[in-house]
């Protein structure tokens, strides 16, 4: 979290938030942190992670309580219209993320996730899981990039969604 800090500091926009964003507030989760600067870390434990990263493993757990996007953004008196994308990337939770997000999911020209289509993380979300979720709410995917995969385990993904609704809008902003 401290480097992070340090890496934003340049821009006035961003502010780092230290929590754990799922879809419920104050559920406690084992945390379980990995032995890569914590970038594998996870509610989830590690499943096929490790045909494609055998070197990654948990090193250690700590608890956390679960919040939701939605009671962090009005907790700092950050407004989710102010922004035009979500980003996520959290080893597995992705759903979770999205589903407490659920109500302010229409803010977002964009939704970018990584995400896969095998069981990275035990009980993990995957490409399926959230097309169905993002589809049946007015977004379509724009781009998908598979970045790493394995021909015996999956592969890994950063999928773009667009917002249907605002399509339009994007389209005509993006060719400016």
């Not at 500091?9 to 926009?13: F, I, K, L, S, W």
């Not at 956390?64 to 953004?73: A, E, M, P, Y």
């Not at 996520?88 to 939770?93: K, R, Y």
């Not at 939704?111 to 490409?127: G, H, L, M, P, Q």
């Given at each position: 979290f401290a480097q992070l800090q340090v890496n934003i500091?340049?821009?006035?926009?961003q502010r780092a938030i230290k929590a754990?964003?799922?879809d419920t507030d104050d559920q406690t989760y084992e945390f379980y942190l990995a032995n890569n600067n914590g970038a594998s870390s996870?509610?989830?434990?590690?499943?096929?992670?490790?045909?494609?990263?055998?070197?990654?493993?948990?090193?250690?757990?700590?608890n956390?309580?679960?919040?939701?996007?939605?009671?962090?953004?009005d907790e700092?008196?950050?407004k989710a219209d102010e922004f035009e994308a979500l980003v996520?990337?959290?080893?597995?939770?992705?759903?979770l993320a999205l589903k407490g997000a659920e109500s302010i999911l229409n803010n977002f020209r964009f939704?970018?996730?990584?995400?896969?289509?095998?069981?990275?993380?035990?009980?993990?979300?995957?490409?399926d899981d959230i097309d169905s979720f993002l589809l049946g709410r007015g977004f379509s995917r724009f781009s998908c990039?598979?970045?790493?995969?394995?021909?015996?385990?999956?592969?890994?993904?950063?999928?773009?969604?667009?917002?249907?609704?605002?399509?339009?809008?994007?389209?005509?902003?993006?060719?400016?």
């Open positions: 500091a340049d821009y006035r926009r754990l964003v799922t996870s509610i989830l434990r590690i499943n096929e992670h490790k045909n494609i990263w055998p070197e990654i493993e948990f090193v250690g757990t700590i956390l309580q679960g919040r939701k996007l939605t009671s962090l953004l700092h008196g950050i996520l990337d959290t080893q597995g939770s992705e759903l939704i970018k996730t990584e995400v896969t289509n095998f069981d990275s993380y035990a009980d993990c979300c995957t490409v990039e598979r970045f790493m995969s394995s021909r015996d385990t999956g592969a890994y993904y950063n999928i773009t969604y667009i917002n249907r609704e605002k399509c339009h809008e994007t389209l005509a902003a993006l060719r400016r």
